[in-house]
């Protein structure tokens, strides 16, 4: 079974710029999150997909990011503009249904963005 | 927000068991024990999760307590390779927003010497 991909690998970019994730996650999986990971720090929820419609946002600094998930399939989460502080892993994971409740999460390997 | 209390590193010797303790004392009674770990550069791995029994898998063993406020991850014979985050969180159950979500701490990290 394919896992949950991620593109870029790393990304390096300038402060001010702009900056787009892309996550295709385990075919048939509902549920889809976008994490932040600082360094040394555990991943943090940004926000939670079920299929095509928002679940939770609320954790989303709506001012510069922005994430969607046309077609309840692939998703892209965006940075506009980066500042230093977005510095981190960006993590993707998906989830096979919203109503199981001991399904688990699988995660891809992430992108490191690194803002200079 | 994180619900759990782990030690921030631990080390153990290859072929040795290595014990992973973790502090949920708020857990409520329809709330999971999960744990993930994270290898260096990759996203983190699902390994056991349990409600109220022990659980055992072909990865680890899960030890829950009798009140539910404390749990401990079991590698039976550690690895080199067994190296890497480990993430002890509480899981929200139920329908609505929240489902599923997971709130990571910062973790124990396992560092297995030859």
């Known amino acids: 079974e394919a896992g949950v991909a991620q593109s870029p690998r790393y990304k390096i970019i300038e402060k001010r710029q702009s900056v787009a994730f892309w996550c295709n996650p385990i075919?048939?999986?509902?549920?889809l999150y976008w994490y932040q990971q600082i360094l040394g720090q555990g991943p943090k929820l940004l926000i939670q997909f079920q299929n095509n419609g928002v679940v939770d946002d609320s954790q989303l600094p709506k001012d510069r990011f922005s994430a969607e998930r046309l077609k309840g399939v692939d998703s892209t989460l965006k940075i506009q503009p980066a500042k230093l502080e977005d510095s981190a892993v960006y993590l993707c994971?998906?989830?096979?249904?919203?109503?199981?409740?001991?399904?688990?999460?699988?995660f891809g390997q992430g992108t490191r963005l690194t803002v200079v | 927000d994180a619900k759990t209390t782990q030690p921030p590193s631990m080390d153990c010797a290859e072929g040795r068991a290595a014990n992973l303790p973790c502090n949920h004392s708020t857990i409520s009674g329809n709330e999971y024990v999960y744990w993930y770990r994270q290898i260096h550069s990759q996203g983190p791995q699902y390994i056991i999760h349990?409600?109220?029994n022990n659980e055992t898998n072909e990865m680890a063993s899960l030890i829950i307590t009798e009140d539910r406020k404390s749990s401990t991850l079991i590698l039976p014979h550690a690895t080199l390779r067994d190296t890497a985050v480990y993430y002890c969180?509480?899981?929200?159950?139920?329908?609505?927003?929240?489902?599923?979500?997971?709130?990571f701490g910062r973790g124990t990290q396992l560092t297995v010497w030859p």
């Open positions: 075919s048939g999986h509902a549920t």
């Open positions: 349990g409600l109220k």
């Open positions: 969180i509480v899981r929200v159950a139920g329908r609505g927003s929240t489902l599923g979500r997971l709130y």
């Open positions: 994971a998906s989830r096979p249904t919203a109503t199981g409740r001991s399904s688990e999460a699988f």
